[in-house]
């Protein structure tokens, strides 16, 4: 049988669930004692002489867990009230769950349980694809490149949009899911303009449609924050690029497309090719037609220079031959020998004329038949 020390039970360390347990206990006997004298029957439980000595180490271990719970709630708050925002982040204050103010980059201050900070990477610049394969980096989807031109096409389009926070605080408010909200404005606005335009016009405009296309989507977005577009303030979204990758027609019509393509480029380059030849052959006709107006202009002026220099020398002669008729008839004859004798080959001078006439120009001497009679042509046979 086993007695207990003449010291007394030795004392075991209370842990928080002895603590607790004995805590709820004590609650209860407290409820009973006071029920049990509102009655007025019975005599109180005996109660056990070492009970005042349990509760004052429940007291004492409930001090030291308050102490230590408010003394890691301090260091927690002290702690937590000092933050820093990086570079190209800004950091948004909520007190009560409610804006309160931006914190920029650097060591900042909060009231601690009191508000709160999120940051926002404004710097970023964030990307969603549509109409490619579907990878691991892609969340994109092959039907919805799929859609329907003006005049009932069918093309594939593919396109990329990079988008930015503008706003922090209606880029975490206004708009609850931001990277669904650009992909299905974005969607909406690719299909409405492609099925607004023919399939030879969205094929030939691929730079002037993604221009229009960032700026409907960046107008839908404004409207989804505010209500209204207003193109003056910031807005939590801002749309950066909006690029068409590829437009192209679906796999059944390829091959008939891609004839027609290459036709239509024939076609460009015969017309390349005419202009070229026409570029080089009418600059080259016009020019010589003009050089020669203008050579016929030069031949008119120079011929009709020439008349009238003749003209006045034939006066000029005229009034000299009036005035000595011999003189100057002899003067023009030995003016004009001068001029033909030159050019003769052969001079004969002749006192008296010689019959038959001698072909003198023919080799040998011999007659030119021009000047034989008819008796010296048969002998001459």
Do not use: C
Not at 122 to 135: M, Y
Not at 142 to 164: C, F, P, R
């Amino acid at each position: 049988m086993n007695t207990p020390p003449p010291w007394g039970k030795k004392k075991k360390p209370v842990g928080p669930e002895e603590f607790l347990a004995d805590l709820i206990q004590k609650i209860r006997d407290h409820f009973e004692e006071q029920k049990n004298k509102e009655r007025g029957g019975g005599e109180p439980p005996p109660q056990d002489s070492s009970k005042p000595d349990k509760e004052r180490n429940l007291f004492a271990a409930a001090g030291k867990i308050a102490a230590v719970v408010a003394a890691l709630i301090l260091l927690r708050g002290i702690f937590s009230s000092f933050y820093t925002i990086n570079p190209g982040e800004q950091g948004i204050v909520l007190r009560f769950g409610k804006y309160a103010r931006t914190a920029g980059p650097g060591l900042n201050f909060k009231i601690p349980y009191m508000e709160d900070m999120i940051r926002v990477d404004v710097e970023n610049v964030r990307k969603e694809e549509f109409g490619l394969r579907k990878t691991a980096k892609s969340n994109s989807d092959e039907s919805e490149s799929l859609m329907l031109t003006g005049d009932k096409n069918v093309i594939e389009v593919a396109w990329t949009v990079q988008y930015k926070v503008g706003d922090p605080v209606k880029f975490l408010f206004k708009i609850s899911d931001v990277k669904q909200a650009v992909r299905d404005n974005s969607e909406t606005v690719i299909r409405r303009i492609v099925g607004n335009m023919d399939f030879d016009y969205v094929l030939g405009n691929r730079a002037m449609l993604a221009r229009i296309a960032r700026q409907e989507l960046q107008r839908d977005l404004n409207r989804l924050e505010d209500g209204i577009d207003k193109s003056e303030e910031k807005h939590g979204v801002e749309i950066v690029t909006l690029q068409l990758l590829d437009i192209t027609p679906t796999d059944e019509v390829k091959p008939a497309f891609n004839e027609v393509n290459e036709a239509d480029q024939d076609m460009k380059r015969l017309v390349n090719e005419a202009e070229e030849q026409y570029n080089r052959v009418i600059p080259k006709a016009r020019g010589s037609a003009k050089q020669l107006v203008e050579e016929a202009h030069g031949y008119a002026v120079q011929r009709l220079n020439d008349a009238k220099g003749e003209t006045a020398r034939f006066k000029a002669i005229a009034a000299e031959y009036e005035k000595a008729k011999e003189v100057t008839r002899q003067r023009m004859y030995l003016e004009t020998m001068q001029t033909v004798l030159p050019q003769v080959k052969q001079l004969y001078v002749m006192d008296k004329p010689v019959l038959p006439f001698l072909n003198l120009n023919a080799a040998g001497g011999s007659v030119s038949p021009a000047f034989l009679s008819p008796a010296q042509e048969n002998q001459s046979k």
